[in-house]
T-cell receptor
């Protein structure tokens, strides 16, 4: 069974540009999470989808970040316009129907904003 | 508010030594889950273990063992006879059942280096 996949693995963009990150969860996992780790800090929760619905987006830093999960399958996280402080590693995780299940993580996308 | 503290930022040991990674947590919930994840140099977060707050039995899996003590709010991780392949960043995390999103709260991680 394929694990959580993320694309791209690395992205380098200039301040003010737009970047879209993609996450494909494990097949059959209704719960999808986004987290990020900014340099030297903890991994922080961004938001949680149950199927195509946003369950909790309390961790989203500001309105420059937009997450979608059309059809309840893969998810995208768009940053527009990107700022220097957005640099970090963005992780996606998924879990099965009951949201107390273990979250399985993808390899992350390393975003560098210059 | 929930919080996870991993006071050891970096640990370096020589192969075959035992090493314990500390994790202390704070929560007001009576029902919660604790996790350990491993992040090898390749970058992905690999799930190691999940414990719920009602199960204080220690667990052993091969060279790995976990000591959960509610009295001290700790969930420590011990690697016995460490190997070079154990070198990674290890994260402890907490999930509170009452939080609808079941989001994980992570510690800052412990970088373990096992020298040959």
């Amino acid at each position: 069974e394929a694990g959580v996949t993320q694309f791209p693995s690395h992205s380098v963009i200039e301040k003010g540009q737009t970047v879209t990150l993609r996450c494909d969860p494990i097949s059959g996992h209704d719960n999808l999470y986004w987290y990020r780790r900014v340099m030297g800090k903890e991994i922080k929760f961004l938001l949680h989808f149950v199927k195509e619905s946003k369950q909790d987006e309390s961790g989203m830093p500001n309105n420059r970040f937009l997450a979608e999960r059309t059809g309840g399958t893969y998810s995208t996280l768009k940053v527009q316009p990107a700022e220097l402080e957005d640099s970090g590693v963005y992780f996606c995780a998924s879990s099965q129907r009951t949201s107390t299940d273990t979250q399985y993580f993808g390899p992350g996308t390393r975003l560098t904003v210059l | 508010a929930q919080k996870v503290t991993q006071a050891q930022t970096e640990i370096s040991v020589v192969e075959k030594e035992d090493v314990t990674l500390d994790c202390v947590y704070e929560t007001r919930d009576t029902t919660y889950y604790l996790f350990w994840y491993k992040q090898p140099p390749s970058g992905e977060l690999v799930f190691l273990i999940r414990r719920n707050s009602f199960d204080e039995q220690n667990e052993i899996s091969g060279r790995y063992s976990w000591n959960f003590q509610k009295s001290t709010s700790s969930f420590n991780f011990t690697i016995t006879a460490s190997q070079v392949v154990d070198s990674a960043v290890y994260f402890c995390a907490l999930s509170e059942v009452q939080r609808s999103a079941r989001q994980l709260t992570f510690g800052s991680g412990t970088q373990l280096t096992v020298l040959p």
